[in-house]
């Protein structure tokens, strides 16, 4: 077509007889996004091309697959796609033009924004998210970048490039090796070889929701540290870089960062009601544009509508492990938090709620008219966004409207958690069936993702493995599946272990049958989760020893970390020495000898010894 010569870089060209591409925004991993006009009803859009330097079919099909899935979401927080073509040869993407900022470049330039101007953010992040996955779109690769202002203010989802249809999960993750995502928000789970769900999403945008409150997401560093990070270090309490976030918002993003996905809130619509009520008690700091805020409400157990009322999210906040984790090691915000009394009864009495909402109210009223002007703005924008509308509504709504919203919370609460649990038991599946993990890894390039390594890897172990002591331990993880994720016919391969067994054998296994690489990289991903898993469930009921949990958690951290460097032996080298490590915790007391990690260890061919006399462990 005239006017389109060499790499696109020459402006006015027209695509499909319609599409005039006026000025280049900016270059992403395949494609250009151009800001654009569409000639027939003559308004603006955007319109991301393939770059002309990407050949790489897979690429091409990535960017096809980008247009079709963010097409399926259609939500006032998420970019709508208006319209997909291919111009000689190159797939492009028309979508509505966001001419505001992303929030990384408002993040670089401004700082973190207030209170009450973060809840409102990642509130529409969350909603935008929830959308997308009540459509069956997983994101993965949820960041500040992928969060775009429109022209009115309103937060649009962006960049589709790496999300998944969760029922096209069997037959897409075929292709490659890498691990989806950006480093500093990849969820552990993803980490560890899954392929990402609604909950890896949640876990990323917990991550965003931190580094708007601190100005820096809960893990920093070089991106190998960042992977052991976030699969064994509990975050810092955002109230220790930052003392003003309430109480109820720092349990929120702690608990959208839980390890076990299983612990995060059931779904981007709970996540965005609890910003909701954070919100409501905050008024708008002077920077969001508003009055001066009124004193901050002390700090007390989270909303009761998040806690008393919703039983389903009760289940995730008062009992997630690493909350209580972290809230255990803050003495000060333990006492004042779930220990005072007087806070307790402020909260989850009636009166003391009434007093606070009238105080708030009266502020509400008092506010100067530079608050009006922000009310309009936020009633402008809610025009075409409905959920921020109703989040305003909600703002505004006085102490009987509350109570409404919070009883209608709660039972909806529940409805959701269950949708939210089919879906990912859904996905779960689909990445269980799947032979290996799709896409790519920026801001952390490996030669080979995870998969193919572990493939490698397992591999080699099981080739050279048994009866050496080394492979003993090797073959007693790999063999280590829940009953899920069995793939025997009996699902048990256990036999009891051999009385010849040295120290190193401490937890041994039945030698496997020699499995496909295929069945072996699915293997150490899905054994490793499961493991991690079984641990969290023992800290939740209680019966293990929290610094044995934490240790566990680092060695498999260490274990994946060795496979993805491709160090066969080294990994090895940490199965064994986890074993010596859990059949002394066991000789120790440390570890219950019922609960879920034995019978974890147990169902999976784990036989726990006593480590030989004149061998100890490091603790001894
Ligand atoms: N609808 C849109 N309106 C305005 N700017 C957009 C729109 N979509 C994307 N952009 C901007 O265009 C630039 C490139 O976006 P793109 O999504 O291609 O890149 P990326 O996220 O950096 O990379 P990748 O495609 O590898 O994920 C970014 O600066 C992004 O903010």
């Excluded at 649990?421 to 952390?444: F, I, K, N, Q």
């Excluded at 572990?454 to 080699?460: D, I, P």
């Excluded at 991690?532 to 469930?537: H, I, K, N, Q, W």
Aim: aromatic residues 4%.
């Amino acid at each position: 077509m005239a006017g389109i010569v060499g790499g696109w870089e020459r402006a006015q060209a027209v695509l499909a007889g319609r599409y005039r591409l006026d000025e280049l925004i900016g270059r992403g991993g395949t494609g250009e996004v151009w800001r654009g006009h569409d000639l027939r009803p003559g308004w603006p859009v955007a319109v991301k091309i393939l770059s002309p330097q990407v050949t790489d079919v897979s690429m091409r099909e990535r960017f096809a697959r980008e247009a079709r899935t963010a097409a399926r979401v259609v939500h006032p927080n998420v970019v709508t796609v208006f319209d997909v073509g291919e111009h000689e040869g190159r797939p492009f993407l028309v979508m509505e033009l966001l001419t505001g900022r992303d929030l990384a470049t408002e993040l670089a330039e401004d700082g973190p924004p207030g209170i009450s101007a973060m809840c409102r953010l990642a509130g529409q992040a969350a909603v935008g998210l929830d959308a997308a996955h009540r459509a069956g779109v997983v994101h993965r690769d949820v960041k500040p970048a992928n969060l775009h202002r429109s022209g009115d203010g309103a937060l649009k989802v962006v960049d589709f490039g790496t999300a998944r249809v969760a029922t096209e999960a069997a037959t897409r993750l075929t292709s490659g090796g890498d691990v989806v995502g950006t480093a500093a928000y990849l969820s552990p789970e993803q980490i560890l070889g899954e392929a990402g769900d609604a909950a890896s999403d949640l876990y990323a945008l917990g991550c965003v929701c931190y580094e708007l409150l601190c100005g820096r997401p809960p893990f920093v560093g070089p991106a190998a540290d960042l992977i052991s990070q976030h699969v064994r270090s509990l975050p810092e309490p955002p109230r220790r870089h930052r003392p003003d976030v309430p109480v109820e918002l720092e349990r929120l993003v702690l608990a959208l960062l839980e390890k076990d996905p299983a612990a995060r809130p059931p779904s981007g619509e709970v996540v965005r009601r609890v910003l909701a009520g954070v919100a409501r008690q905050v008024a708008p700091r002077a920077r969001d544009g508003a009055a001066p805020p009124p004193p901050e409400p002390e700090p007390g157990p989270p909303a009761r509508a998040w806690t008393t009322e919703a039983p389903s999210t009760r289940a995730w906040t008062t009992e997630a492990p690493s909350t209580r984790a972290w809230t255990t090691e803050a003495p000060s915000t333990r006492a004042r938090s779930t220990e005072a009394p007087s806070t307790r009864a402020r909260s989850t009495e009636a009166p003391s709620t009434r007093a606070r909402s009238t105080e708030a109210l009266s502020t509400e009223a008092r506010s100067t008219e530079v608050r009006s002007r922000e009310v309009r703005r936020v009633d402008a924008r809610s025009t075409e966004a409905p959920s921020t509308r109703a989040w305003t509504a909600e703002a505004r709504s006085t102490e009987a409207g509350a109570a409404r919203d919070w009883t209608a919370e709660a039972r909806s609460t529940e409805v959701w958690a269950a949708e939210a649990w089919t879906a990912r038991a859904r996905t779960g599946e689909a990445a269980r069936s799947a032979e290996s993990v799709p896409g790519r890894l920026r801001g952390w390039h490996v030669g080979a993702g995870l998969g193919v390594l572990a493939a490698l890897v397992a591999g080699a172990l099981w080739t050279s493995a048994p009866p050496d002591p080394a492979g003993s331990a090797a073959a007693a993880i790999t063999s280590a599946a829940p009953s899920a994720t069995r793939s025997g016919p009996s699902g048990l391969p256990s036999a009891p272990p051999s009385p010849s067994r040295t120290a190193s054998q401490s937890v041994s296994a039945a030698p496997s049958p020699a499995p496909s690489r295929t069945a072996a990289a699915q293997g150490w991903r899905a054994r490793l989760l499961a493991l991690s898993r079984a641990v969290t469930e023992q800290e939740r009921r209680g019966g293990i020893d929290r610094k044995l949990a934490r240790k566990i958690r680092g060695k498999i951290a260490k274990i994946a970390g060795k496979l993805q460097e491709g160090k066969g032996g080294d990994a090895r080298d940490e199965l064994r020495e986890l074993g010596r490590d859990l059949a002394e915790a066991r000789r120790k007391g440390r570890l219950a000898s019922e609960g879920p990690l034995l019978t974890f260890l147990r169902d999976s061919g784990f036989a726990l010894a006593s480590p030989p006399r004149g061998r100890g462990s490091d603790d001894d």
